[in-house]
């Protein structure tokens, strides 16, 4: 009965490579959300998307590919990986505004180690 | 810039103490207010939220929050902590009418001796 699922849970790779952090939400929302917790467990958020559209680019490099297959994933690429990539990336999502609920639900997390 | 500070960044405190972890926003118009707890290795949990109407509002685990608009504060409150509240607590603002967008405090962590 799993709510925001992420894969995998960690990831370490090297400096260059490209990767891709799956999540998926079976809560029938609409609106899903891509976040990143340094290592001083500082949350940012990087995305947003709604019914499939991007409604929140949060100054992310453009090494960071966000894909909304349907409203239920949000998968993100991240092409030619740094150091400064390391992070623990969190995946959310919310109901409609309409619903009256715009609380997050958040997934588990993916720690991503560049070395 | 919008922005939002917990003054508290790691307390230690022994159990049955009484918690208060601050948190202060910046963004002048309606905002909602939330505090999330992250325990170790898990992912973040939704404690308590504020909206509007009674701005004493409480959340799961015995844990309430006083929203006071002047002094742009949500400041969150136990009365008696337990060693399993140890823990990342995270105050976040999002801005009504907006996108979604959650603005996260830079976190307190949470230390309960037995």
């Known amino acids: 009965d799993t709510a925001v699922s992420q894969t995998p849970k960690y990831l370490v790779t090297q400096m260059g490579n490209d990767k891709s952090i799956k999540c998926e939400q079976n809560?029938?929302?609409?609106?899903m959300y891509w976040y990143k917790q340094d290592s001083k467990k500082f949350l940012k958020i990087m995305f947003s998307?709604?019914?499939?559209?991007?409604?929140i680019n949060e100054t992310v490099p453009n090494r960071f590919s966000p894909k909304s297959p349907d409203k239920a994933h949000l998968n993100l690429h991240i092409n030619s990986l740094e150091l400064g990539d390391s992070a623990v990336y969190f995946c959310?999502?919310?109901?409609?505004?309409?619903?009256?609920?715009?609380?997050?639900?958040f997934g588990p997390g993916t720690r991503l180690t560049v070395l | 810039a919008q922005s939002v500070s917990q003054h508290n960044h790691h307390v230690i405190l022994s159990e049955a103490a009484s918690l208060e972890l601050g948190c202060n926003y910046s963004?002048?118009?309606?905002?909602?207010l939330f505090w999330y707890v992250q325990y170790p290795g898990q992912h973040l949990q939704l404690l308590l939220k504020?909206?509007?109407?009674?701005?004493l509002v409480k959340g799961i685990k015995g844990f309430e929050a006083e929203f006071i608009k002047s002094k742009f504060s949500f400041n969150l409150r136990k009365p008696s902590v337990q060693w399993s509240d140890t823990a990342e607590y995270f105050c976040?603002?999002?801005?009504?009418?907006?996108?979604?967008?959650?603005?996260f405090g830079q976190g307190t962590t949470l230390q309960v001796k037995p």
């Open positions: 959310a999502s919310s109901p409609p505004r309409s619903s009256g609920g715009n609380e997050q639900f």
């Open positions: 809560l029938g929302h609409d609106t």
């Open positions: 998307y709604n019914n499939k559209e991007l409604i």
């Open positions: 963004y002048g118009g309606t905002v909602n």
């Open positions: 504020y909206f509007s109407g009674d701005p």
């Open positions: 976040a603002v999002r801005r009504s009418g907006n996108t979604g967008k959650l603005i």
